[in-house]
């Protein structure tokens, strides 16, 4: 059973975000180990397993990258373990300002308002590569997949942006 | 499969009939022991009525004073009388040192937290199970009978190695774990199930020794930890301990205090915060080593100014703990107070200005944690069948391993909900290499060293190849409780090894087994006794499960000739529980689980598809 399956969705980078909780709970309810606290020792360790698998499900379908990475790795496109380099030198130099950005904050006069644009910034570059995403995972052209691999890839960096900015943020605002 | 359960000859679901489980607040400075009676969580009482014992055990040449008794003898004998043990639990000697430097313990060992007491040495799973013990044995008389099982509470932000002391402890006092329940979480079932609350929960616990903060969801009784923080090393003790240094300040106390006197002092200063949470100023009276009468004077300026620190330490957690669940303070629609510490007046006026709402302090600090745990041991015992109730805990800090020069990877993230499994894949590095070590660690640091060392393994027996080319994938596999476990697989030859992880400071299974047998007399016939009667146990489980299963399932799932194998494996089980040889049993229990494995996969993947069929059908 796939995560999808497992939910009782279609394999699909669209997934219904509000019925997730719900399925999530039902699933809980039949697979936690606390539902198999008097069953055999064999009983529990089978629950742990599955509800396992039901926890790293909704782990992944909930969040759109690592969701369309998941749709990958159905697919036979396995990025978890690779070593790649992105050659994309437009993204690279975006990534560059974004870094320099994010290291000069110290000298800002107002480096909480600079780190909220530069948030703003990543989250519509997010926003487009998602949907970039959504297309090309829906298309059946040759290239959709390996050019969705390097959305994804991309996507990775932006999302590491954004949790660099919010440790930045949590340092700055210290009360 | 509740109608099943009901329906079971000898099972009536009648008021005496009940199972008894308690739910255990095992904490730094007092513990408590709650049970469900006549459908209510109670905290029980010991003879003369109190119901806080004090997690305090005092060694004397052959036997130990536990509780009360014990607190009032540390100031004479402190040497031997170990106070706020679990702040040991699962800790270095070099860790607790550093932390408490003024312990008036003697240490054995420079690794392992031996401390050598008069009847001889004692390690942190000892004194605790002591305290367990004591009980246990005050609810089986309170309930009158044996307990089937048992909740004990654990800090959210306690680690691998904490937890499983905490286990042994109780394996050592002889309870079955139903399950180990992070203590916010308990709170919030003793609070959530009586108003009947949906929405977002912060619960701030701070006790004696340790800060925890958790945001939780609750819906239809799904209590979810979203996100934990905290600080294992943070509580009431800090506070006195500042007290402590401020009275020396004063008097000039200066120099190494006898160590009589600094369990004096100590008192003293609990004594003063006790008092300043409702008088303006209080005056600290003792006797210097040299016999000088000494006063000294402590306002709740004062007292609020010298923990003003460590209370916005907390509060910052509080900051992190939200934002780890992606959620501001205005989502909160309810703030639970856990822990004595959470009396002192000004800690609880800043958290409910930081989360601007009055926090619930309507049950007793001290005992809702017991509660709680009562209340879910009441569930898992089997009590109530029909009860929606699910507690959803996380992993509190990130598990990873140790690779080249000394950094950390991460395998499983911090709040990620458990149990959860996620499989690393490893390769040799030189040709023709059969063993590889692994180094599990635990925390948020980049650093191996700044990290908790949770265990170092070899997985051996891989077969020699060049160099990079073996596959070997080393599955972490968390439980309910929090628990690690690892196996290993070399992908190509399908070699598999299971490690038993077992924290650098705890103790071996072996270890507890001897324990066990020097702590009951007539010591190798009740061992064998009772770890015959546990397979017997588990043997008449495993039947009744499984021939539950094939009634309910069997004609649907398997072929005439699978299920007259099961049933066969069934009536062979049964028969040779019947017989005095406890490894018999247990390796015909593993034979029927091999047998019937297919067969519970396929039922389990059944109810999933089952449940969701009766939902389409709902839907047209």
């Known amino acids: 059973m796939n995560h999808f399956e497992l939910f009782n969705i279609p394999v699909s980078f669209d997934v219904d975000l509000s019925t997730l909780p719900q399925t999530y709970q039902q699933l809980q309810r039949l697979t936690h180990p606390d539902k198999f606290a008097n069953g055999s020792e064999q009983d529990k360790l089978r629950a742990v397993q599955k509800n396992s698998q039901v926890n790293d499900a909704y782990s992944v379908l909930k969040s759109p990258l690592s969701r369309a990475e998941y749709l990958l790795s159905l697919r036979g496109i396995d990025l978890k373990h690779e070593q790649h380099t992105i050659k994309d030198t437009v993204f690279l130099m975006q990534q560059m300002e974004w870094r320099e950005e994010l290291a000069d904050i110290a000298d800002s006069s107002d480096p909480l308002g600079v780190l909220e644009s530069l948030e703003d910034e990543i989250n519509q570059t997010i926003k487009s590569d998602l949907a970039k995403l959504k297309s090309l995972l829906d298309s059946d052209h040759a290239m959709a997949e390996q050019n969705a691999a390097n959305i994804i890839r991309q996507l990775k960096f932006s999302y590491k942006m954004l949790s660099e900015i919010a440790l930045k943020e949590d340092v700055l605002s210290d009360f | 499969m509740a109608f099943l359960q009901i329906s079971e000859p000898g099972q009536s679901a009648a008021p005496h009939q009940r199972k008894l489980a308690v739910g255990i607040d095992l904490g730094t400075t007092n513990s408590l022991v709650a049970s469900v009676r006549s459908g209510e969580a109670l905290t029980l009482p010991d003879t003369k009525g109190r119901y806080l014992l004090p997690s305090v055990v005092r060694y004397l040449d052959d036997s130990e004073v536990i509780g009360q008794e014990a607190k009032q003898q540390a100031s004479i004998d402190p040497s031997n009388t170990i106070v706020s043990v679990k702040r040991f639990l699962g800790r270095s000697v070099k860790d607790i040192q550093t932390a408490y430097p003024n312990l008036p313990y003697h240490f054995t ?95 701030y616990d701070l006790g004696g020794g340790t800060f925890d903060i958790s945001i939780l969801h609750l819906s239809k009784g799904i209590f979810e930890v979203l996100s934990t923080g905290g600080d294992s090393a943070l509580g009431g003790d800090d506070f006195d301990a500042l007290l402590v240094e401020f009275i020396r300040q004063q008097s000039q106390l200066t120099g190494e205090l006898s160590k009589s006197l600094h369990r004096v002092l100590l008192d003293k200063a609990k004594e003063a915060k006790e008092a300043l949470s409702h008088e303006p100023v209080f005056t600290v009276q003792f006797e210097d080593d040299a016999g000088k009468h000494i006063s000294v004077m402590i306002s709740i300026d004062i007292f609020e100014q010298l923990i003003a620190p460590l209370v916005k330490n907390t509060l910052r957690a509080c900051r992190r703990a939200l934002k780890d669940a992606e959620l501001v303070k205005q989502q909160v629609i309810e703030v639970v107070m856990v822990g004595g510490s959470t009396r002192v007046p000004s800690v609880c006026q800043q958290v ?269």
């Open chain 2, 109 to 203: 060992d420079s690794l392992s937290p031996v401390m050598s007491v008069a009847s001889g040495d004692v390690n942190p799973i000892q004194v605790s199970a002591k305290i367990l013990n004591e009980l246990k044995s005050r609810a089986e008389k309170t309930l009158g009978g044996e307990l089937q099982g048992a909740v004990i509470t654990v800090p959210a932000y306690f680690d691998d190695a904490q937890r499983q002391g905490t286990k042994d402890a109780a394996a050592l006092a002889g309870l079955k774990v139903l399950r180990l329940l992070n203590e916010p979480t308990a709170a919030a079932v003793a609070y959530g199930l009586d108003s009947g609350q949906e929405g977002i929960i912060a619960v």
């Open chain 2, 352 to 620: 409910g200005d930081f989360f601007q709402r009055s926090p619930l302090t309507s049950i007793d600090p001290d005992q809702v944690v017991a509660i709680g745990a009562a209340i879910q041991a009441d569930v898992l015992v089997g009590n109530k069948p029909d009860s929606d109730m699910l507690l959803l805990d996380v992993l509190p800090l990130s598990l990873g391993i140790e690779t080249m020069g000394g950094l950390t990877e991460k395998v499983i993230q911090r709040n990620t909900t458990i149990p959860v499994a996620k499989a690393q894949e490893f390769t040799t590095f030189k040709d023709g290499q059969t063993a590889m070590m692994v180094h599990v660690v635990q925390g948020e640091r980049e650093l191996v060293a700044d990290c908790r060392s949770l265990a170092k393994f070899t997985l051996r027996g891989i077969p020699p190849m060049a160099a990079g080319a073996a596959h070997i994938r080393v599955t972490f596999q968390v439980d309910a409780d929090g628990l690690l476990n690892v196996s290993a697989m070399e992908k190509s030859t399908g070699v598999h090894t299971e490690i038993q992880v077992k924290p650098s400071y705890g103790l071996e299974d072996s270890e507890i087994a001897t324990m066990l047998k020097a702590s009951m007399d007539n010591a190798q016939q009740d061992m064998q006794a009772r770890m015959l009667k546990e397979q017997q146990v588990e043997a008449s489980r495993v039947q009744e499960n499984l021939q539950g299963a094939l009634d309910a399932d069997g004609l649907f799932l398997l072929s005439t000739s699978e299920i007259q194998a099961i049933e066969a494996g069934i009536s062979r089980l049964n028969e040779l529980a019947k017989g005095t040889d406890k490894d018999i049993i247990k390796a015909a229990i593993q034979q029927l689980d091999k047998l019937s494995e297919t067969f519970a996969q396929k039922r389990m993947d059944q109810s999933i598809k089952r449940a969701f069929s009766g939902q389409s059908v709902d839907r047209i």
